[in-house]
């Protein structure tokens, strides 16, 4: 559940969710709440929502210029910093659980969109928290249209990065992906699918294109070859 601050325009006590219980709100203390929650407050002018750091007209620009830059054309910006890795007691022999092993993964940090955000990187939902903000709090940005040409020109030189990789993939080539957000990996699926899927028919192993011969030779009458005499006519 993402989070973002807001600052109240009246007293609201605590609300008991699912999620866990909320802060008291008490003018003009900011807090940080669900993001439902401070959409609704603010659609009922009950408060005001903080805009993260990152949503920012200097750390858009700055994230931007990293994305175009030749020198960092094949890669894309870092995503926020990890937090400490949290485990349990691992069973003796068993390193599943060891404190190494877990840490929270980027849908999950909990100040990806709030006053706390880092402002260097762009969180896993970037693209639908910058769409919702500017849709139903555009009167909290500074400067709310420049935001929105920002968002959209990332958009576009991410996906064009993301196109442009899996283009030129290979098999056995891979492609990093660190850094992409939830909703990229989403438009980007179906193109990767088919690609997959064509490298799949079209790369399959030896292995498999010889059993397949054998299978057809053997229901034509013909017998098969040895595997001996196989790997003589590619040395040839």
């Given at each position: 559940?993402?989070?973002?601050?807001?600052?109240?325009?009246?007293?609201?006590?605590?609300?008991?969710?699912?999620?866990?219980?909320?802060?008291?709100?008490?003018?003009?203390?900011?807090?940080?709440?669900?993001?439902?929650?401070?959409?609704?407050?603010?659609?009922?002018?009950?408060?005001?929502?903080?805009?993260?750091?990152?949503?920012?007209?200097?750390?858009?620009?700055?994230?931007?210029?990293?994305?175009?830059?030749?020198?960092?054309?094949?890669?894309?910006?870092?995503?926020?910093?990890?937090?400490?890795?949290?485990?349990?007691?691992?069973?003796?022999?068993?390193?599943?659980?060891?404190?190494?092993?877990?840490?929270?993964?980027?849908?999950?940090?909990?100040?990806?969109?709030?006053?706390?955000?880092?402002?260097?990187?762009?969180p896993y939902h970037w693209l639908e928290l910058g769409h919702l903000l500017l849709t139903h709090a555009?009167?909290?940005?500074?400067?709310?249209?420049?935001?929105?040409?920002?968002?959209?020109?990332?958009?576009?030189?991410?996906?064009?990065?993301?196109?442009?990789?899996?283009?030129?993939?290979?098999?056995?080539?891979?492609?990093?992906?660190?850094?992409?957000?939830g909703m990229e990996v989403a438009e980007v699926r179906g193109f990767v699918v088919g690609m997959v899927?064509?490298?799949?028919?079209?790369?399959?192993?030896?292995?498999?294109?010889?059993?397949?011969?054998?299978?057809?030779?053997?229901?034509?009458?013909?017998?098969?070859?040895?595997?001996?005499?196989?790997?003589?006519?590619?040395?040839?």
């Amino acid at each position: 559940m993402e989070h973002v601050t807001v600052i109240p325009r009246q007293r609201l006590d605590g609300l008991e969710l699912l999620g866990g219980p909320t802060k008291p709100l008490n003018p003009p203390f900011s807090t940080p709440l669900p993001l439902w929650l401070a959409l609704l407050l603010k659609k009922q002018r009950r408060a005001n929502i903080s805009p993260p750091p990152w949503l920012s007209v200097e750390a858009l620009t700055h994230i931007l210029d990293f994305e175009t830059d030749e020198r960092t054309a094949e890669v894309f910006s870092p995503a926020p910093t990890m937090p400490r890795a949290i485990g349990m007691t691992p069973l003796e022999g068993d390193p599943y659980l060891s404190r190494d092993s877990l840490e929270l993964s980027p849908p999950f940090m909990s100040d990806a969109a709030t006053a706390r955000a880092q402002e260097d990187a762009l969180p896993y939902h970037w693209l639908e928290l910058g769409h919702l903000l500017l849709t139903h709090a555009a009167d909290d940005f500074d400067e709310p249209d420049t935001v929105r040409k920002l968002l959209r020109d990332l958009r576009e030189v991410r996906m064009s990065k993301l196109r442009k990789g899996f283009k030129v993939l290979g098999p056995g080539a891979g492609i990093k992906m660190n850094g992409v957000g939830g909703m990229e990996v989403a438009e980007v699926r179906g193109f990767v699918v088919g690609m997959v899927d064509g490298l799949r028919k079209i790369n399959r192993s030896r292995e498999e294109s010889r059993k397949e011969r054998e299978i057809e030779e053997r229901e034509n009458g013909l017998g098969s070859s040895s595997y001996a005499d196989e790997e003589d006519e590619d040395m040839l």
